[in-house]
Nanobody, 125 residues
Framework: QVQLVESGGGLVQAGGSLRLSCAAS????????MGWFRQAPGKEREFIAA????????KYADSMKGRFTISRDNAKNTVYLQMNNLKPEDTAAYYC??????????????????WGQGTQVTVSS
């Protein structure tokens, strides 16, 4: 099972940008599709984006398209989430997750079974 550690969260003003990173342990990172999710207090966990094993296929939640970009660097065992034009409603704990996958595919969200501990993003108005 892959171990995941998120970083890059913090406090930012509305309209600002952040790039989150998620570092994975092990030699099998490229066998996993990766995803980003978030959870605000009192709300359910929300899907943001996912990326296939080699990065050729990406999927976004409709509400995240245009402001958030997922990418990965398999040489560094890291997946990223670039977030632009942040809004106060983006305030949440952000989590990365991994799912074993075939090349080019995005698994069902329920298949993301390995999770990091999360990193907090707070957007002030």
């Amino acid at each position: 099972q892959v171990q995941l550690v998120e970083s890059g969260g913090g406090l930012v003003q509305a309209g600002g940008s952040l790039r989150l990173s998620c570092a994975a342990s092990g030699r099998t990172f490229s066998t996993y599709a990766m995803g980003w999710f978030r959870q605000a207090p009192g709300k359910e966990r929300e899907f943001i984006a996912a990326i296939s094993r080699l990065g050729g296929n990406r999927k976004y939640a409709d509400s995240m398209k245009g402001r958030f970009t997922i990418s990965r660097d398999n040489a560094k065992n890291t997946v990223y989430l670039q977030m632009n034009n942040l809004k106060p409603e983006d305030t949440a704990a952000y989590y990365c997750a991994a799912a074993p996958a075939s090349t080019g595919t995005i698994p069902f969200l329920v298949d993301f079974g390995s999770w990091g501990q999360g990193t907090q993003v707070t957007v002030s108005s």
